[in-house]
């Protein structure tokens, strides 16, 4: 089961110091057209036209220009409109274009046919791949009226021809959610396709899909200590199930207490169950057994001894001892005042540098 949590503890702050004297030894745009003569093709793929190209974050692209009659093509400039979304290099005769992180980027090709300006674009997306726990697929319902887009349109953040291509939803509709680019899903029909088109998939907005909940996972056990928080850690799946409010209870109060974000709150020694519920299928439920225990607060930290001479070049290992021995919180940090003379790590390993003198601080971490 995934878990997530954290906890913390209040309190002053309680220190030691130990005195170490060392002595001396060794955007997108939207669609541009301009001229005739030229189009943009993936490189390898010749007499195929470009419009839209989606994959996902990572991947990469190699575009080309080529004449589409006999005139020559010459001064040939690809250029990326946003290359934080999509990189685009010159390699051997083609551009090749990287996906760099999620979003979508306009393509323009520009250059001379003969003695005419071309100008075509065309729009690379950037997908995030989407899966639910254990890579089963996330399926969504496309409601009544949602607008579908596929295949080119001049939708902004969708692809770039100068045709929109579209349809309209006529009733709720099963669909695979499989990728998600700023504010649209990548949708897929297994055996049918949109429209009138030859398309299986298309790109919807988000709040046209509604995804349900289908499974949650937390913390099953939680030892904790009074005045004490944890969090019981739920997550929904999919993560980008439409409803993600969770409904949270402690079965005994005078123990434990949560609040609406699932935070846990020591209140008395005993146990407690917390209970999740997804307010999109209260029969997705989670349970976390929680035992909280006495607080013991820290009352000091003591190093012994209270001051060392050693010799340059020397190393050994320095212990504290906080106080009581049964404290709740028992861990503790260093400091030390010139670590160009002495030099201490977290596990209390220490090295002596060069003659001098400072000061070693361990402090308790409540």
Not at 159 to 173: H, Q, Y
Request: aromatic share 8%.
């Amino acid at each position: 089961m995934r878990k997530k949590w954290w906890k913390h503890c209040g309190g002053g702050i309680i220190f030691s110091v130990l005195f170490i004297s060392v002595l001396l030894s060794v955007s997108s745009a939207r669609a541009e057209t301009e001229g005739k003569g030229a189009r943009i093709i993936q490189y390898g793929v010749p007499e195929q036209a470009r419009f839209h190209l989606g994959d996902v974050v990572g991947s990469s692209v190699e575009l080309a220009a080529e004449a589409t009659g006999t005139k020559k093509l010459t001064d040939i400039v690809f250029t990326s409109s946003d290359t934080s979304v999509c990189s685009i290099t010159a390699v051997d005769g083609h551009w090749k274009v990287e996906r760099l992180k999620e979003g979508t980027s306009v393509i323009r090709m520009s250059c001379k046919a003969d003695n005419d300006t071309v100008v075509r674009t065309l729009l690379v997306s950037s997908f995030t791949p989407l899966t639910a726990e254990e890579d089963d697929p996330i399926m969504g319902m496309i409601q009544e009226g949602a607008v579908i887009y596929y295949g080119c349109s001049d939708v902004e953040g969708i692809s770039s021809a100068s045709t929109e291509v579209k349809t309209i939803m006529a009733e709720n509709k099963e669909a695979e959610v499989v990728y998600k680019c700023g504010d649209y899903y990548r949708v897929e029909l297994e055996e049918e396709t949109f429209g009138d088109s030859d398309e299986m998939w298309g790109y919807v907005k988000k709040e046209q899909v509604y995804i349900p909940v289908v499974s949650m996972g937390a913390a099953q056990e939680q030892t904790f200590y009074e005045r004490e928080t944890v969090s019981m850690g739920a997550e929904l799946f999919p993560a980008v199930a439409t409803n993600k409010n969770i409904e949270y209870q402690s079965s005994n109060t005078n123990v434990a207490v949560v609040d609406g974000g699932g935070s846990i709150t020591g209140v008395h020694r005993g146990s407690a169950v917390i209970t999740a519920t997804s307010l999109d299928n209260r029969n997705i439920i989670s349970k976390c057994r929680v035992t909280v225990k006495t607080y013991v607060p820290v009352t000091g930290i003591r190093l012994t001894p209270a001051a060392l001479e050693i010799d340059d070049g020397t190393t050994g290992k320095l212990t504290a001892s906080v106080l009581p021995e049964d404290a709740s919180v028992s861990d503790y940090s260093w400091q030390v005042s010139r670590d160009d003379i002495f030099q201490i790590d977290s596990k209390g390993r220490y090295r002596a540098l060069k003659p001098g003198h400072a000061t070693v601080t361990a402090t308790t971490k409540e």
